[in-house]
C-alpha cells in the first residue's frame, strides 16, 4: 500500500551542538528555563536555521551528504527532571502530579521497578491469574553473566530482547518463567580476589590454605557480585528474582556433581594425558573460548606476564638440520617457535616433494643437541609453506601430537605449568622464562653456524583472553568428557532420524537458519572435551584417587567418582577388594570448567535433579536467546548434556543475535576507544570521564594513547543521557536475520527523540480528554470521521504488524511499526488533524474517545519495549468506569489483531495516502514560493469524480496538515484562477495556490535566480564527475534526477512570477 508520511516535511527532531558538560539535574518544579530569555533567544534561532536547512533539503530533493554522518551532529544537553517525592522501595510511583514539560528518562524510570517485583507481576503464579491467561506456558533462562562482570552492550541486547519476548507472552496471557542467575566465572572470580588479597594484604593465594582462600572469594561475591544483577533491574528485566540462581549455590552443587557421575557411569567421562590449552599465567588449563585468535601482520613486539621484556612475534626464523653422515649436506627448517626445539623428535616432509626424495630414512642432528632424529614423511606436510620441511614437537603442538601419534614417537615436555623450560632442556636452559630462552637458543644457533635467517611473518597468535599471556599447549592429565557420541546426536536434531524419535520435544529449531551449516560442521569435527581446571574456586572434581600401599600398585592410578566421598569409598572397595575402611583416598584437587556447570543450567536451574514442579512445569524452555557467538560453546553443550541427562532436548528453539559492533563495523575494544558501556549511553558520560575509564584500564601506554584519541574523535563531547527504553529500542530496532549490528549513540539519541515525542503526545491528549473525560470500551467505538476512521484503521495496522514481529521474533518489524504508528500516524497526521476539530464549540465527543483508544492501545502496543515509558503514561489515563484495566501496563492485556481487525479500512488508507501526496505538493509550493506565514488558499480540480469525492472527504485536514487556508474544489473544466501557483497531482488532478498577495515577484525573482543559480551549480559538478560502479553511481544518478527536477520547479516558478508582475505591476503586501 502506498504510502507517504507526513513525517518527513516536518523539522528535524533536534538541533544539536556541542557543550562541554552534561547538564544538571533538578527535580521537578515548574521553574523558568536557566538563563532565561537569552535561552529562548537562542532556542528561537536553532529553530530558524533548522527550518532554512529544512527549506533547502526541499529544494534539492535529498540532503547532500558530508563528510561524516556523525561529526554533523553533536548534541545539546538536555534539562535532567529528578522524580524526588518521597516513595518508599516497592510502593507505587505517585503519578498525580502533572507531567513534566519534557522526557527525562531519570524521572520517567524512578520507582516501577522495585513496585513491579513487589506486585510479583513477574511471577507465573501471578500470571495464571490474570484475565487474559491463556493456560499456556513460556519459559527462559538468561544466559547467566560472570559475578564479577560489569554490563556491556551484549548484555543489553540479550535483555533488551529477551525482556521484549518475555513481556510480550506476559501481556497476552501466557504463564511465563524467566529465571535470573550470574555465573561463578572461575578463572575471572579468582584473578580478582587473588590482586585484591596482594593489594589489600601482600598476600598470595598460597599462603592461605584452600578453605581460607575460599572463604575470601565467598565474602568477596556477597560484597561485590550483586552488582550484575543491580544493572539487570535497570534495564528493566522482568526477571522472576525469587528464582535467581548461582551456578556456586548448593542446588547447582548436587546438579553438577550428579551430572559428573552420570556421565562417569555412562562411559562420557574419563582421564587421560592428552595436549590441553594451558596459561602459564594462571597455571590452569582453560577452554577454547578463552583463547583469543590475535592475527599478527608480522613482527610485533608484545609484553606479556611474568616475561621482563617485550617479545617479538611475527618472525620466521630458519634453523638448520645437518645430515648425518654428509657434511655439507642439510634441510632447512623454518618455525616461529625456537624455543620449542629441545623437544623436537622428527623432522617432517611431504612424501611426493621431490626437493628431499633423496634423504627418505636418513637421520638429521638436532641443531642444539646433536641428537640423531628421523627425516619421515607425512602427507599432512604443506610442501608449499616455508621450506617443505618442519618440525615435529608433539608435546607441544596439536598437529605434531598427532603426527607424532602415527609414527609411534614419544613426546618430550620442554615447558612447564609456569612457562619456564623444564630439566629435558639441559642445565642451560632450565628454568628459565620460555621467551628468554628463546633469545638464548637463537644465539646458540648462531653460534654453531645453524642459523639461517629471520623474517617478517603474518602469524595468528593464541593469547589467554583472562591473562594476556600466550596459550601453550601442554600435555597434562585431565578429565574430558567424549563428545563425539553426543554431538552427532546434537548435529542430527533438525533431521527426522531415529535419534529424533527419541526426543519428546523434537526437533531443535535454530534461528536464524544460516547457524545451522556451522552447528553441525562443529559437531561433525568436535573433540573431546577438557573440563578440569587447576583452581580453587569452582565445583570440585568428584573423583578420588586411590592410594595404594607401596609395593602393592598396578603401575597405573586408580581412579574413582561418588556423589560423596563414602560412596567413592564404596566404589574403590569394589574395585579394588579391600576394605573401604583401609582405603587412602585423595580427592582431585581441580574444579570443573565453568561451562561444565553453565551447560547444565537450563535444569539445574529449574531443580534438577530433583523432580520439582517448575522441571515439571517450565522444561524443556520454551526459547533460547543468547548471542551467536555462543552457538557452538553453550548452546551446544547444553543440547548435548541435557539431552544425555534429562532425555529432552532442552529447549525446543535458539535465537541468536548478532554481534554489536560501532558504526563503522569493527569489533568495539577498550584499544579502539569505542566501547559502548550501557550504563554511559543510559545516564550520559563527560569525554572526561571516558577517558579516565580508559586510564584506569590494563592498556599499555601506546595502546592508551591510540584509545585515548579515537574516543575522543568518536564522542568529542561525551555521551548524552539517552535512558533504558530508549537503548532497548535501539537495540531491538535492528533485525537478527542479517550482519553484525552496526550501533551508534546517534541512532540511540534519536529513539529518545522518540520517547519525548511519545511524551509530548500523550501531554497533549491527557490535556485534551480533560478531568471529566469517561473513556468507552474500544469495542464500543465508532468513528464519525474519515480522520478518525484512519487513524483507528492505522492503528489496528500497527497491532496487526506488531503480533507479527512478535510470533516471528522479528522484533524490528515491530520497532518498525511503533515508530511509524506513533510518529508518522498519530503524532504527524492524526494529533494535527484533529486540533481545529477539538477547538470546536461544541466540541464533538468522538476524537476525545479515538484519542484515548489510540493512546491506550499504542502505550499497550509500547509496553515489552519500552516498559518504564509505557508505565508512567499509562497510569495517568482515566480509569473507564468499572476502574483500570489492570493495576500495570506490564499485565495489561496486549492488544491483539483479531480484536482490532473491524477498524482496519486499507482502501480508505489508500484514498488518504492520495491525500498525503497532495500535503507534499502543496508544502514543496510553500517552500517554494517562502510562504513561512501566510495561509493561502487552495483549489483542487480533477476530472475523476472518484478523485473529487476523495478529497471533499478530506478538505479540513488537507489544509490544517499543509498549513493553508481553506481548500476547496474546483469544477471540471472551470477556468484555471490567474495569479495562483499550479502543480500536478498526477494525472487528471491539479492544484492550485494563491499568490496574489502574498508574494512580491520582484523581491522574490532575485532569490529564485540565486538559488537556481547554486543548483545549477551543483548539477554541473555532478556531470562532470567520473561516473563510477555500485551504490556511489546509484546515489549520483538519482542526486541528479532530483537536482533536475527541482531546476524545473524553479524555472515553472519564475516563468509564473514574471506573469504575475506584468499583470499586476502593484504588487500586494508581501511578507518577504
Known amino acids: 500500500m502506498p504510502h507517504f508520511p507526513l513525517g518527513s516535511f516536518r523539522p528535524p527532531l533536534l538541533g544539536l551542538r556541542p557543550s562541554g558538560s552534561l547538564p544538571r539535574s533538578r527535580p521537578l518544579s515548574t521553574q523558568p528555563e536557566p538563563h532565561g530569555s537569552s535561552v529562548s533567544r537562542r532556542n528561537r534561532e536553532a529553530k530558524q536555521k533548522r527550518l532554512r536547512e529544512k527549506q533547502a533539503v526541499l529544494e534539492t530533493g535529498v540532503a547532500g551528504k558530508s563528510e561524516s554522518a556523525e561529526s554533523s551532529k553533536a548534541w545539546s544537553p538536555k534539562e535532567i527532571v529528578l522524580y524526588e517525592i518521597p516513595t518508599d522501595p516497592g510502593e507505587k510511583k505517585d503519578t498525580s502530579r502533572p507531567l513534566p514539560p519534557a522526557y527525562s528518562p531519570r524521572y520517567v524510570e524512578a520507582a516501577w521497578y522495585p513496585w513491579w517485583v513487589r506486585q510479583g507481576f513477574f511471577k507465573p503464579e501471578y500470571q495464571a491469574r490474570l484475565p487474559q491467561a491463556t493456560g499456556e506456558t513460556f519459559s527462559m533462562c538468561i544466559p547467566p553473566p560472570n559475578v564479577t562482570g560489569s554490563l556491556h552492550i551484549g548484555h543489553a541486547l540479550t535483555v533488551a530482547i529477551q525482556d521484549t519476548l518475555v513481556r510480550w507472552h506476559r501481556m497476552r496471557g501466557d504463564r511465563v518463567l524467566w529465571v535470573p542467575g550470574s555465573d561463578h566465572a572461575g578463572i575471572a572470580t579468582q584473578a580478582v580476589v587473588e590482586k585484591q588479597l596482594w593489594r589489600e594484604r601482600g598476600l598470595r593465594r598460597h599462603e592461605l590454605s584452600r578453605e581460607d582462600f575460599l572463604r575470601e572469594v565467598w565474602q568477596w561475591k556477597e560484597a561485590k557480585g550483586g552488582e550484575i544483577c543491580e544493572q539487570l533491574r535497570a534495564l528493566g528485566a522482568s526477571l522472576d528474582w525469587d528464582r535467581e540462581r548461582f551456578t556456586m549455590d548448593a542446588g547447582s552443587s548436587v546438579a553438577v556433581t ?611 515509558l509505557a508505565e508512567e503514561l499509562w497510569q495517568r489515563l482515566p480509569p473507564g468506569p468499572g476502574g483500570p484495566l489492570a493495576p500495570s501496563v506490564s499485565v495489561a492485556p496486549y492488544p491483539s489483531a483479531g480484536s482490532l481487525e473491524s477498524w482496519h479500512q486499507p482502501e480508505l488508507e489508500r484514498r488518504f495516502s492520495r491525500v498525503q501526496e497532495a500535503v507534499q505538493v502543496l508544502r514543496t509550493l510553500r517552500a517554494t514560493y517562502q510562504l513561512t506565514r501566510a495561509r493561502p488558499r487552495v483549489l483542487l480540480q480533477s476530472s475523476e469524480p472518484g478523485e473529487r469525492d476523495l478529497f471533499g472527504a478530506f478538505l479540513e485536514p488537507l489544509g490544517t496538515l499543509s498549513h493553508c487556508g481553506a481548500v476547496g474544489l474546483l469544477p471540471p473544466g472551470a477556468a484555471a484562477p490567474s495569479h495562483w501557483a499550479q502543480a500536478s497531482l498526477g494525472g487528471s488532478t491539479q492544484v492550485y495556490m494563491e499568490l496574489q498577495g502574498l508574494v512580491d515577484p520582484r523581491a522574490h525573482l532575485p532569490l529564485l535566480a540565486a538559488r537556481r543559480h547554486k543548483l545549477q551549480k551543483q548539477l554541473d559538478g555532478l556531470i562532470a564527475r567520473t561516473p563510477s560502479d555500485g551504490e556511489a553511481e546509484t546515489q549520483r544518478q538519482q542526486r541528479l534526477s532530483c537536482l533536475q527536477l527541482e531546476l524545473l520547479k524553479l524555472d515553472k516558478a519564475a516563468s509564473h512570477l514574471r506573469q504575475l508582475m506584468d499583470e499586476s505591476p502593484s504588487p500586494g503586501s508581501s511578507e518577504l
Not at 399 to 409: L, S, T, V, Y
Open 258 to 868: 550428579e551430572a559428573f557421575v552420570r556421565l562417569y557411569e555412562a562411559g562420557l567421562l574419563y582421564r587421560s594425558r592428552q595436549l590441553v590449552n594451558w596459561s602459564c599465567a594462571l597455571r590452569s588449563a582453560i577452554s577454547d573460548i578463552e583463547v583469543e585468535s590475535r592475527p599478527l601482520p608480522g613482527r610485533t613486539e608484545l609484553r606479556l606476564p611474568g616475561c621482563p621484556t617485550p617479545v617479538a612475534f611475527g618472525l620466521l626464523i630458519s634453523v638448520a638440520f645437518p645430515v648425518d653422515g654428509e657434511p655439507d649436506a642439510e634441510v632447512v627448517v623454518a618455525t616461529t617457535r625456537p624455543e620449542t626445539l629441545p623437544g623436537d623428535v622428527a623432522v617432517a616432509v611431504h612424501p611426493d616433494d621431490s626437493r628431499y626424495t633423496h634423504l627418505h630414512g636418513r637421520r638429521l642432528r638436532h641443531p642444539l643437541t646433536g641428537q640423531l632424529l628421523p627425516l619421515i614423511t607425512d602427507s599432512a606436510v604443506q610442501p608449499h609453506v616455508g621450506t617443505g620441511a618442519v618440525k615435529v614437537t608433539p608435546a607441544h603442538s596439536p598437529a605434531d601430537a598427532e603426527m607424532g601419534a602415527r609414527h609411534g614417537f614419544s613426546p618430550l615436555d620442554v615447558i612447564a605449568e609456569d612457562g619456564t623450560m623444564t630439566s629435558l632442556c639441559g642445565d642451560w636452559l632450565q628454568g628459565l622464562h620460555r621467551f628468554v630462552a628463546r633469545e638464548k637458543i637463537v644465539s646458540a644457533l648462531r653460534e654453531r653456524g645453524l642459523f639461517r635467517g629471520l623474517q617478517s611473518h603474518p602469524m595468528v597468535l593464541p593469547i589467554c583472553s583472562r591473562s594476556g599471556d600466550v596459550v601453550e599447549h601442554l600435555l597434562k592429565s585431565q578429565w574430558f568428557v567424549r563428545c563425539r557420541e553426543m554431538g552427532a546426536r546434537a548435529a542430527e536434531v533438525w533431521a527426522r532420524r531415529p535419534f529424533l524419535q527419541a526426543v519428546a520435544s523434537g526437533a531443535l529449531e535454530l534461528s536464524p537458519p544460516f547457524h545451522q551449516k556451522n552447528w553441525q560442521h562443529w559437531f561433525a569435527h568436535i573433540g573431546d572435551w577438557c573440563v578440569s581446571r587447576q583452581l580453587w574456586w569452582g565445583h570440585r572434581i568428584p573423583a578420588y584417587l586411590v592410594r595404594e600401599e607401596a609395593g602393592k600398585g598396578h603401575g597405573e592410578d586408580c581412579w574413582v567418582v561418588g556423589r560423596s566421598e563414602a560412596e567413592a569409598r564404596e566404589v574403590a572397595a569394589r574395585l579394588t577388594g579391600r576394605p573401604g575402611a583401609e582405603l587412602a583416598l585423595e580427592r582431585d584437587p581441580d574444579v570443573l570448567d565453568t561451562w561444565f556447570s553453565s551447560a547444565l543450567f537450563p535444569f539445574s536451574a529449574l531443580g534438577w535433579p530433583q523432580e520439582t514442579p517448575d522441571l515439571a512445569r517450565f522444561y524443556p524452555l520454551s526459547l533460547l536467546e543468547t548471542g551467536s557467538d555462543l552457538l557452538l560453546f553453550w548452546v551446544g553443550r547444553m543440547v548435548m548434556l541435557g539431552t544425555q541427562l534429562t532425555g529432552q532436548l532442552p529447549f525446543s528453539k535458539v535465537l541468536l543475535h548478532p554481534m554489536v559492533r560501532d558504526r563503522q563495523g569493527r569489533k568495539m575494544s577498550k584499544s579502539l576507544g569505542n566501547v559502548l558501556d550501557p550504563r554511559d549511553v543510559i545516564c550520559g558520560v563527560q569525554l572526561r570521564v571516558l577517558q579516565e575509564k580508559l586510564r584506569d584500564g590494563n592498556l599499555d601506554p601506546a595502546e592508551l594513547a591510540t584509545a585515548a584519541a579515537a574516543q575522543k574523535k568518536e564522542f568529542p563531547h561525551g555521551i548524552p543521557e539517552c535512558g533504558t527504553d530508549a537503548l532497548r529500542f535501539a537495540l531491538c530496532s535492528h533485525g537478527v536475520l542479517g550482519g553484525d549490528l552496526r550501533l551508534s549513540v546517534s541512532e540511540v539519541l534519536s529513539c529518545r527523540h522518540f520517547c519525548n515525542k511519545i511524551w509530548n503526545a500523550l501531554r497533549f491528549i491527557l490535556s485534551a480528554l480533560g478531568e471529566e473525560f469517561v473513556p468507552r470500551p474500544a469495542e464500543e467505538l465508532s468513528p464519525c470521521s474519515p480522520m478518525d476512521a484512519w487513524i483507528l484503521s492505522r492503528l489496528a495496522l500497527a497491532a496487526r504488524e506488531c503480533e507479527r514481529g512478535f510470533l516471528s521474533r522479528e522484533l524490528s518489524l515491530v520497532t518498525h511499526a511503533l515508530h511509524h504508528f506513533w510518529l508518522h500516524s498519530l503524532c504527524d497526521v492524526y494529533l494535527e488533524a484533529v486540533k481545529p476539530v477539538l477547538a470546536r464549540s461544541p466540541r464533538p465527543p468522538e476524537p476525545a474517545q479515538v484519542l484515548f483508544s489510540c493512546a491506550d492501545l499504542g502505550l499497550r502496543l509500547l509496553a515489552p519495549l519500552m516498559p518504564f
